[in-house]
């Protein structure tokens, strides 16, 4: 049997239990990253509080955590995710995704245990101890995105194959629910328990509530770390990577049970193999850093590297936003205690997430396969341009003053509904899509690296640029910036950028094999060269093969030796 067959089975394979069962077991790292990226926000009020208390000239406010600590805490987290992108992204290929994937949850769970520990209770040692927990996590959560997104795709079929690496990633949108929940519960819990203490008067147990709500998050993750352990290696790896066929076989037929090997006819077979011409190099002889890479897959690396980092600067500034959001809602920070303000923080983000985050995962799970994901990320990006832009005009002159008109908070949930159906998902598909099996995982990890990169911009910058200009106006421990108007409209902006760079670097993927899709770049580059050597042979006399009957050589006539089949 042509090693070609597994995958063109699987690329035909009916939908299955299995395929159900790994998309929550790859769901699960996103699920915690979701969860420790917004359960952080109530976690420093709490910290705030804890650490630093108000002082005799803070006219009866509040503790506040300065911000250079939150955005020390919070950037530490994105750099390690950085580090764990390329980290796991590398060993994926050269190790094996399910030889690695089990060792990133892993760390994932202990680092989330580890930052509700932070060691001690005096403040500079739990926050030191509380980043240091967090740069793991970091490194956990940025392992996680590589190796789902291609364990997923190489797991699925090709004509929904989107729909379940979306899934995978809308539970993100839960991980963001339960992140709301937990912190709710447990803020409610020990604002009972400790009788309903004044607004300023903050208990002691306030040090364990945000101890609590971290380490959370990493129940849900522990639960599947049996299963993950359990799941075999991924039949495209095996087969192409590790060239053993008979192990993809047999790996794959212990879980896809409905898997038919004899329905799929030589023909089907042939039109799946990349067509390369029989002079071009082998795809095992260029690396990542050659010009053949440059040439065949640069374009597409640069598009979704390009893309997902202009992404994530708005995407993650529209979660720091939130503060600008609810505030005219609750009553201000003097007037309640420690739990109180904590609970309300996650209760309107219970809301949003409601609203208009899981809405928007659901419908790109219902559309990705049908609308595809060039034109979502395209309508998405400009979608939220509009929103962000709607957002900006009339800020300084009409909403900061009508901040209570519900339409402000539906252009808000609007943005990241617009994110969510477009490029927030597919910046996670597309990396996982289009390049060779050898190195599917490795550009992935790049993509997302430089998403992250991109979410560091966005949470660091614009947590200081947005400040008001006028510096009675700035918040406390912050120096004046350009406004919120201004911080707005560059956001919109980048969001239109971001449009750009998908119409002119990104292609479609829908509905092709994962080969199809790694090997058309191939042979557009490499048309000029085919062109080249047709005419050198016909100076000799020689008649070259096409790559067709090159194909049903191989397949029909040809001894089958995996290394003969390249990708």
């Given at each position: 049997m042509a090693p070609i067959r597994v995958l063109t089975a699987l690329d035909h394979a009916r939908t299955q239990y299995y395929h159900f069962k790994a998309i929550i077991i790859a769901g699960m790292g996103l699920f915690t990253d979701s969860y420790d990226l917004f359960c952080i926000v109530p976690v420093m009020k709490i910290i705030g509080r804890v650490y630093y208390p108000p002082s005799a000239g803070d006219d009866g406010r509040p503790g506040v955590t300065p911000p250079v600590v939150v955005s020390a805490i919070v950037s530490i987290a994105l750099l390690g995710a950085v580090f764990g992108n390329l980290l796991f992204g590398v060993l994926g290929d050269r190790v094996g995704r399910g030889r690695v994937y089990g060792s990133c949850l892993l760390l994932l769970v202990c680092s989330s245990v580890g930052s509700g520990f932070s060691i001690c209770r005096t403040r500079g040692c739990a926050l030191t101890s509380l980043c240091l927990f967090r740069f793991l996590l970091g490194v956990g959560v940025g392992g996680d995105y590589p190796l789902s997104a291609t364990i997923m795709s190489e797991f699925a079929n090709k004509r929904t194959r989107g729909a379940f690496i979306a899934a995978v990633f809308s539970m993100q949108g839960f991980g963001i629910l339960a992140s709301s929940g937990v912190t709710m519960v447990v803020a409610a819990a020990f604002d009972r328990f400790t009788g309903h203490p004044a607004p300023l008067d903050t208990p002691e147990a306030a040090d364990i509530a945000w101890r609590v709500i971290l380490m959370a998050g990493a129940v849900p993750a522990g639960l599947t770390f049996y299963w993950r352990m359990a799941m075999p290696e991924t039949a495209r790896f095996t087969a192409l990577v590790q060239h053993d066929v008979l192990k993809a076989t047999n790996d794959i037929g212990r879980v896809l049970t409905d898997l038919d090997l004899n329905g799929i006819d030589d023909d089907e077979d042939a039109a799946a193999i990349p067509r390369t011409?029989?002079?071009?190099?082998?795809?095992?002889?260029?690396?990542?850093?050659?010009?053949?890479?440059?040439?065949?897959?640069?374009?597409?690396?640069?598009?979704?590297?390009?893309?997902?980092?202009?992404?994530?600067?708005?995407?993650?500034?529209?979660?720091?936003?939130?503060?600008?959001?609810?505030?005219?809602?609750?009553?201000?920070?003097?007037?309640?205690?420690?739990?109180?303000?904590?609970?309300?923080?996650?209760?309107?983000?219970?809301?949003?997430?409601?609203?208009?985050?899981?809405?928007?995962?659901?419908?790109?799970v219902l559309l990705i396969d049908r609308a595809g994901r060039r034109r979502l990320q395209m309508a998405g990006f400009f979608l939220m341009a509009a929103f962000l832009f709607a957002l900006a005009g009339p800020y300084d002159h009409y909403w900061r003053g009508n901040a209570k008109n519900a339409w402000y908070?539906?252009?808000?949930?609007?943005?990241?509904?617009?994110?969510?159906?477009?490029?927030?998902?597919?910046?996670?598909?597309?990396?996982?899509?289009?390049?060779?099996?050898?190195?599917?995982?490795?550009?992935?990890?790049?993509?997302?690296?430089?998403?992250?990169?991109?979410?560091?911009?966005?949470?660091?910058?614009?947590?200081?640029?947005?400040?008001?200009?006028?510096?009675?106006?700035?918040?406390?421990?912050?120096?004046?910036?350009i406004g919120m108007m201004n911080a707005l409209i560059i956001l919109g902006a980048i969001c239109l950028i971001g449009l750009a760079v998908t119409y002119l670097f990104t292609p479609e993927t829908m509905g092709r094999s994962l080969e199809e899709n790694e090997g058309e770049r191939g042979d557009q580059d490499l048309q000029d060269a085919d062109g080249g050597m047709t005419m050198r042979l016909q100076e000799l006399n020689l008649t070259p093969k096409s790559p067709a009957s090159l194909v049903s050589s191989h397949v029909s006539t040809s001894p089958i030796h995996p290394h003969r089949f390249s990708v």
């Open positions: 011409p029989p002079w071009a190099p082998p795809a095992s002889q260029y690396g990542l850093f050659s010009l053949a890479f440059l040439r065949r897959h640069g374009r597409d690396l640069l598009g979704c590297a390009s893309a997902w980092f202009l992404l994530d600067i708005p995407y993650y500034s529209s979660t720091l936003f939130q503060s600008q959001i609810y505030r005219p809602w609750f009553p201000p920070a003097s007037q309640q205690n420690v739990f109180q303000e904590a609970y309300d923080v996650a209760r309107f983000q219970a809301i949003i997430a409601v609203a208009s985050t899981i809405p928007g995962y659901f419908a790109a908070i539906v252009l808000y949930a609007l943005t990241f509904f617009s994110a969510n159906l477009g490029p927030n998902t597919t910046t996670f598909i597309l990396p996982a899509e289009l390049f060779p099996a050898r190195l599917r995982s490795t550009c992935h990890g790049i993509s997302a690296a430089a998403g992250k990169a991109g979410a560091l911009v966005g949470t660091v910058g614009f947590l200081w640029a947005s400040q008001a200009r006028d510096k009675g106006e700035v918040q406390a421990g912050y120096e004046p910036g």
